[in-house]
């Protein structure tokens, strides 16, 4: 089946400008994680949904990254007034579910970001 | 929170050698470890994942061993092949029911198997 969609593939915007990147999720997939993954570095925890709901949302840097889903599927993470720092891959991963038995987290392509 | 560390960040290894990556974490209450192998410009793909009810699991060429008194586990890959190189990161994860499974990742190895 389908596997984990992102878009866009690349993004490239000005500083201070707001943008949006989206994720579909494996259907049936009721957890969905986002994670940053810098040059060089190793993917960085942002915001987990369960469902529609967000139980844990302290990975988000700043109160400039937002997120929402909506219908259990599609999420969105928003980035307001973007800055250079901002710049890097944004994974979405998906799983069955998002507490008890561990289910293996599907990434998806990711959504390179680059900030001028 | 939790803290992955891992180390080497690169490694180089003549094919047909094994290679050994190494991870440490900080929150004792951490009890799933997975691997991820990532090839340049693809997304990442679990290829080992191991529970802390178990102390050493095993796939064809690649093992993990877990320690959860010194807080380390390690991926062992045996017989490398060129096509084994890549970027490999290791991450912890608590696995609750009200938080989630949310993974904290190292910041990866670069592993490269020369012909």
């Known amino acids: 089946g389908a596997g984990v969609s992102q878009s866009p593939s690349n993004k490239v915007t000005e500083k201070g400008k707001d943008v949006e990147l989206r994720c579909d999720p494996i259907?049936?997939?009721?957890?969905l994680y986002w994670y940053r993954q810098s040059l060089g570095q190793g993917l960085e925890f942002l915001i987990y949904f369960q469902g529609n709901s967000a139980p844990d949302k302290s990975g988000l840097p700043s109160d400039r990254f937002s997120a929402e889903r909506t219908g259990g599927s599609v999420s969105t993470l928003t980035i307001q007034r973007t800055q250079q720092e901002d710049s890097a891959v944004y994974l979405c991963?998906?799983?069955?579910?998002?507490?008890?038995?561990?289910?293996?987290?599907?990434f998806g392509p990711g959504t390179r970001l680059t900030v001028l | 929170g939790e803290n992955v560390e891992q180390h080497p960040s690169t490694l180089s290894v003549q094919e047909g050698d094994s290679a050994v990556i190494k991870c440490t974490y900080s929150?004792?209450?951490?009890?799933?470890f997975p691997w991820y192998k990532q090839e340049l410009g693809k997304r990442p793909q679990l290829i080992i994942d191991?529970?802390?009810?178990?102390g050493e699991k095993k796939d064809q060429r690649i093992a993990v061993t877990l320690n959860k008194t010194a807080k380390h586990f390690s991926l062992h890959i045996t017989e490398t092949q060129p096509e084994d190189s890549a970027v490999y990161f290791c991450?912890?994860?608590?696995?609750?029911?009200?938080?989630?499974?949310?993974?904290?990742f190292g910041t990866g190895t670069s592993l490269t198997v020369i012909p």
């Open positions: 191991i529970r802390s009810n178990v």
């Open positions: 929150d004792s209450a951490s009890n799933y």
């Open positions: 259907s049936g997939h009721t957890a």
């Open positions: 991450a912890a994860s608590k696995g609750r029911r009200d938080t989630g499974n949310q993974f904290y």
């Open positions: 991963a998906s799983s069955l579910a998002g507490g008890g038995p561990i289910n293996e987290q599907f």
